[in-house]
């Protein structure tokens, strides 16, 4: 959820007229950014030029020189961005080399595209590990997705607010829950000593292996996803529902729509925007599945039935000590999932233009 | 609201009513039932516990024993220790960081704002990946120091997002009374910016704090010293792996007083769930607000 938002920010914020002119000039420094600094004094009271230059273009260090104090305090959060979000970047050199550990950094032997013979020549743990992702995806693109939608459409149905709201409290809450602490419960109540087990053994039946059982890992997975999200999912979903005009279903009333009918006119076609951009922007995430999420479970069910591409470089890399060979598939697929982002954007982008978030 | 939201309501038949009513009353059980046996298992009696098979729904007594164990003084004791420091520390530097990032962004005009907005906003795109970042870590010398665990999600780009944009909605005649009064940038921040932003700092706040408190993957990757453990890996090690907590790990309690492993587990994950449901009343007033903010705004 957090990256839909982050991407309508975005782009927000790319189509914010007034604050993005002449977001790329190709003059000189100066000149350029001197000239969008004009127009935005223009139309915002009492901007930097306007309170303090008297509107004269002033020189790059004498603005450099007046924001120190902004400079100053932009530092601390852009240099910890830099180190932990970009100069990573540089680390991904090291999916052409062969790494070792305890060799200094920048000695090791450059083996070229060595480290993506994986990939390419179709290794059979990397092609499970994305056969498993893939699949993972799929189901969930299936499963997890409409869940929210549902309950969303339940919930607006309800007639007293208050009860909606109480229900609202009790479902939002899984949302805020560690992995670590949804899965202890999940054993709690599934597990070998669990509550349905319990039930089970002492009613004289047989136990279920839900937890250990790789047929059933995907369908755990998905359950899980289910009970942790699907109450956050229907924020924007019950946003969007109130967009809705009521005269709409009014004039199906008048025209004599069943409710079933008003639904399916009426309150479907309101939120459907909502429902494609959703869409688009989870398959640009379809190679990301809940990492920590598998990782906690995966001794339980072996590796062949659990392995995805993040778990694959994880114990590839930091555990089986092939650094190189994880870097380079972790690269491959940071790249492949930017393309993606970005690729859902454009499209989420045209959609919305079409009337998804348009105000 | 209320009457837009009754839009498609029309005298529903007392089936469909029915049946939402069981809909929402399962689910809600869905979600409340683990909760109930979870706490009620942390406080039930030994024998209670021996004779449920493990998992109790509603407990028969009232019993303190394995809280007591816990915090006798051994690994879960100083595991919460190490996730509030972290959970406390972390939400200092983030929102330290972060605001001020949001701020210098968020002045019309200022001096190199277009390319470290960029800077912000790539960083919500991509990640750079497990290995790199391990690697980066490294370099700096921070395996197994409490800063590994702050330091690289310290600033959500996010976040610094939404500050930026409510700090933008003050309108420019407060700042500028302010300026003209002889107040520069940083004492415009601190002493009328901040205050007028209690509400989207809270937020914001506890979307960090609950970050870092749930965090478990990074401690897993850069925390081998066990005595550093955050309370998440100490869950992992001793409830979803079932790995035994001999009467050392309890502060050196004698064997035989022990309360049941099934009751100290469901202490361990209740006293982990606690700080949660307590900020979990403010995140929920506040939070639709700050996803839509994100969303539907635009």
Request: with cysteine.
């Amino acid at each position: 959820m957090a990256r839909t938002d982050a991407l309508n920010s975005l782009q927000t914020d790319r189509t914010t007229p007034s604050d993005r002119a002449g977001a790329t000039g190709s003059g000189p420094p100066g000149t350029a950014t001197d000239r969008r600094f004009g127009r935005r004094s223009g139309s915002r009271s009492g901007s930097r030029s306007g309170s303090r230059s008297g509107g004269k273009p002033l020189s790059w260090w004498a603005r450099a020189r007046r924001d120190k104090v902004l400079l100053l305090m932009a530092l601390p959060g852009l240099v910890l961005l830099l180190v932990f979000h970009y100069l990573p970047l540089l680390g991904n050199l090291i999916a052409f080399q062969e790494y070792l550990p305890f060799v200094p950094f920048g000695r090791s032997a450059w083996v070229g595209l060595d480290n993506f013979a994986v990939i390419f020549n179709g290794d059979q743990e990397f092609l499970n590990a994305l056969k498993n992702t893939l699949l993972i995806t799929l189901v969930q693109v299936i499963f997890v997705f409409p869940a929210p939608i549902a309950l969303a459409l339940l919930l607006n149905s309800l007639l007293s607010e208050r009860i909606k709201r109480v229900v609202q409290s009790v479902l939002y809450l899984p949302h805020f829950l560690s992995w670590v602490i949804v899965i202890a419960i999940f054993q709690q109540i599934l597990g070998g000593s669990g509550l349905i087990n319990n039930f089970l053994r002492s009613h004289g039946m047989g136990t279920i292996d839900f937890l250990g059982n790789p047929d059933s890992f995907i369908a755990l997975l998905t359950s899980q996803v289910i009970w942790k999200d699907t109450g956050w999912g229907t924020i924007l979903f019950l946003a969007a529902l109130t967009q809705i005009d009521p005269g709409l279903y009014e004039a199906a009333r008048v025209d004599g729509a069943s409710r079933w009918r008003q639904l399916w006119h009426v309150t479907v076609p309101g939120i459907r925007g909502l429902i494609i951009l959703l869409l688009i922007l989870r398959l640009g995430d379809s190679l990301t599945v809940g990492f920590e999420q598998i990782i906690l479970q995966q001794n339980l069910v072996g590796r062949p039935a659990s392995e995805v591409l993040d778990t694959y470089v994880y114990n590839n890399g930091v555990l089986a000590g092939q650094w190189g060979v994880s870097a380079a598939v972790g690269l491959v697929k940071g790249l492949v999932a930017v393309v993606l982002v970005l690729g859902a954007n454009k499209i989420a982008h045209i959609f919305g233009e079409a009337g998804v978030y348009q105000k | 609201m209320s009457t837009i939201q009754k839009g498609i309501e029309d005298g529903p038949a007392m089936s469909s009513r029915v049946l939402k009513t069981v809909v929402l009353v399962v689910c809600c059980a869905v979600v409340v039932i683990p909760f109930l046996g979870v706490i009620s298992t942390s406080i039930a009696s030994q024998q209670h516990v021996t004779n449920s098979g493990g998992f109790v729904l509603w407990p028969d007594a009232l019993h303190l024993d394995a809280y007591k164990a816990i915090f006798n003084g051994g690994v879960v004791q100083r595991a919460l220790l190490v996730s509030v420091v972290i959970a406390v520390g972390g939400t200092l530097i983030s929102l330290a960081g972060s605001t001020m990032l949001a701020y210098s962004l968020s002045r019309p005009g200022s001096f190199g704002q277009r390319p470290i907005l960029m800077i912000v906003l790539f960083s919500i795109l991509f990640s750079p990946g497990l290995i790199p970042n391990y690697l980066v870590v490294k370099q700096f010398g921070l395996l197994d120091s409490l800063f590994a665990l702050i330091l690289p999600t310290a600033i959500s780009g996010f976040n610094v997002i939404v500050l930026r944009s409510f700090f933008m909605g003050i309108p420019d005649s407060v700042l500028d009374s302010a300026r003209i009064d002889g107040a520069g940038d940083f004492r415009i921040f601190w002493s009328i910016v901040l205050p007028l932003s209690r509400a989207v700092l809270a937020v914001v706040g506890l979307f960090y704090a609950v970050g870092y408190w749930n965090a478990f993957f990074n401690a897993m990757l850069y925390i081998s010293d066990t005595a550093k453990w955050p309370l998440q890996l100490v869950l992992r090690t001793y409830v979803i792996n079932n790995t035994e907590l001999s009467s050392g790990d309890l502060g050196g309690a004698a064997a035989d007083q022990l309360p049941p492993q099934e009751s100290i587990q469901m202490a361990i994950l209740v006293v982990s769930l606690v700080p949660i449901l307590i900020v979990y009343p403010f995140l929920q007033r506040h939070f639709a607000k700050g996803m839509l903010t994100g969303a539907v705004k635009g």
